[in-house]
């Protein structure tokens, strides 16, 4: 983690976790077993893992997610990689298994607290059937709160580069899993995710008021350094009315879209990792001092930890802290900020601001 070290302070701070991606956290060793299970060849175009190391020495690049940027040619691009994975996902136990191994994780980084993103297209087009996935997931929801003490509501994800019907219609399936009157109680919020060149939030605008009348919460990617980004962010707060939006570092680049974020309390879930794989650290982390003095709202998390070098929320926390120049007290702050941002109930809510009030500072 470019020689950063955990400090025991960042280790040690009660955390919520409100930007992952489940197939995100999908680690080799589990890749392995559910492929083995599975009877699936891991492979990526001409290249087969015919060992364990051989997977494992593939995570060992830097993707390059934006295919449109170009990049080396040789390697797979983040999301080639992060849908391959997706691959050994086949049956209820498999979604289940993985959800329990992010779960136990976040039990031992003191994430008391998460709203994992989930879809069901990227793996109901490859025949696995959606209760598959949603039983899966509600089953380590259950269970992972009552072993692990970590509670956790889903956020449900349209696919954005795929087509708007498609996601109407996977959000239709999805939607008796919903935390509703008379549903299953698995998420309470629909996102939108997935590679953003060229799909704006506008283009799912009637989805997003759909899930508002269910009575779900909505949030929006807005991709740091992506085309059209500011556009994208002036979409989501005024036009779709998005509730947070997740990224939107480049929301610093005009006045007007600060002063939005502001006048209308919607808060970033940031992943400072993710853009340090391509920005340099004298240019990104100063950004962060920037949006606390401007009064933006923002909370710290991981993303796509597996497919980023292993980063999970606690070194991303770190990064902030060290690179940042941050106080033991903003820290604190930028902790209890995720908390004001989630969607959990006050009960949960008002546990982990005890927690923090209790975390030394001075």
């Not at 998420?187 to 939108?192: D, M, N, R, T």
């Not at 930028?334 to 009030?357: F, G, H, P």
Request: glycine fraction near 6%.
């Amino acid at each position: 983690m470019n020689g950063l070290e955990i400090s025991s302070f960042v280790a040690g701070l009660p955390k919520v976790e409100l930007h992952i991606h489940i197939e995100g956290t999908l680690q080799p060793a589990l890749r392995w077993k559910l492929a083995q299970r599975n009877n699936i060849k891991l492979r990526f175009k001409d290249q087969e893992y015919n060992t364990y190391e051989e997977l494992l020495e593939s995570y060992r690049v830097t993707y390059n997610h934006r295919p449109e940027l170009g990049g080396r040619k040789d390697v797979p691009t983040f999301l080639e990689a992060y849908f391959a994975g997706c691959e050994v996902l086949i049956t209820e136990d498999d979604f289940y298994e993985l959800a329990m191994d992010y779960l136990k994780m976040c039990q031992e980084m003191n994430v008391r607290y998460a709203e994992p993103f989930f879809d069901i297209q990227a793996h109901t087009r490859r025949g696995v059937p959606a209760e598959h996935v949603l039983n899966g997931y509600l089953r380590a929801q259950k269970d992972a709160a009552d072993q692990y003490g970590v509670r956790s509501n889903w956020i449900f994800c349209f696919i954005r580069d795929e087509s708007v019907a498609d996601g109407e219609a996977a959000y239709e399936t999805a939607l008796p899993w919903a935390k509703r009157p008379g549903g299953k109680g698995l998420f309470h919020a629909v996102g939108l995710a997935s590679n953003a060149y060229e799909r704006p939030p506008n283009l799912f605008a009637n989805a997003f008021a759909r899930a508002k009348k269910d009575g779900l919460h909505i949030t929006t990617h807005c991709d740091f350094g992506q085309k059209d980004t500011h556009e994208h962010i002036r979409q989501a707060i005024f036009d779709v009315g998005i509730e947070r939006i997740d990224h939107g570092l480049d929301v610093l680049d005009k006045d007007e879209l600060v002063t939005g974020l502001v006048d209308k309390n919607v808060g970033l879930t940031l992943c400072p990792h993710a853009y340090h794989r391509r920005t340099a650290t004298e240019v990104l982390f100063p950004k962060l001092r920037q949006l606390l003095d401007h009064g933006v709202k923002f909370c710290i998390n991981s993303d796509d930890p597996v497919y980023m070098h292993d980063v999970w929320i606690d070194g991303n926390m770190e990064k902030a802290y060290h690179y940042g120049g941050l106080s033991k007290k903003e820290m604190v702050q930028l902790a209890r900020n995720a908390v004001d941002m989630c969607w959990a109930d006050e009960d949960m809510k008002n546990t982990i601001y005890s927690e923090l009030e209790n975390v030394e500072v001075d």
